[in-house]
T-cell receptor, first 110, second 109 residues
């Protein structure tokens, strides 16, 4: 079955460390997105990509970076510049008619 | 930038009561999507509305797109405990989806 796979499910970051969250899709979707969700809050857009080798900043891109070298993959790096990274991170893709989300990665600070 | 407001933020209902959440935009929308997120889970796509005044039904759920395509609603008839979760609307902005703040529904048995 087609879908989106996010890994790891849980991730812990040390002070000053960069960590990378993986997102892979086999839905053949062009568009992919990264959202951040804080407890009891809505989804805020970090980065999005409409096509390979191109991506755009969302509303809260500071302290994050992405790449889109392959259609299937859209990894998100949480850099040490992100001072409050503890959150639930959701990757999504869209083929136009529907949006599909991965199961998410919960990131915490050690 | 484009914003999507969703009300209410929280709603507690007794099982069997009806529930409605509203999504409002300051700009005309090309389409709107609705998602449900169970506690601890990820958003799951429910439906997409495209046409002005469109109404779609999924069993006890009724989705409506306003005539001016600036607002939408989700109505659940006779809620059940399985309806618990947060309901989000998502509007298509410029090359990206913008999510509403969500309505968290609790159903009391």
């Amino acid at each position: 079955d087609g879908g989106i796979t996010q890994s790891p499910k849980y991730l812990f970051r040390k002070e000053g460390q960069n960590v990378t969250l993986s997102c892979e899709q086999n839905l053949n979707h062009d568009a992919m997105y990264w959202y951040r969700q804080d407890p009891g809050q809505g989804l805020r857009l970090i980065y999005y990509s409409q096509i390979v080798n191109d991506f755009q900043k969302g509303d809260i891109a500071e302290g994050y970076s992405v790449s889109r070298e392959k259609k299937e993959s859209f990894p998100l790096t949480v850099t040490s510049a992100q001072k409050n990274p503890t959150a639930f991170y959701l990757c999504a893709s869209s083929g136009g008619e529907t949006g599909h989300f991965g199961d998410g990665t919960r990131l915490s600070i050690l | 930038g484009q914003q999507v407001m969703q009300i209410p933020q929280y709603q507690h209902v007794q099982e069997g009561e009806d529930f409605t959440t509203y999504c409002n935009s300051s700009t005309t929308l090309s389409n709107i999507q609705w998602y449900k997120q169970r506690p601890g889970g990820h958003p799951v796509f429910l439906i997409q509305l495209v046409k002005s005044g469109e109404v779609k039904k999924q069993k006890r759920l009724t989705f409506q797109f306003g005539e001016a395509k600036k607002n939408s609603s989700l109505h659940i008839t006779a809620t059940q405990t399985t309806d618990v979760g947060t309901y989000f609307c998502a509007a298509w902005g410029t090359y990206k989806y913008i999510f509403g703040t969500g309505t968290r529904l609790k159903v009391l048995a």
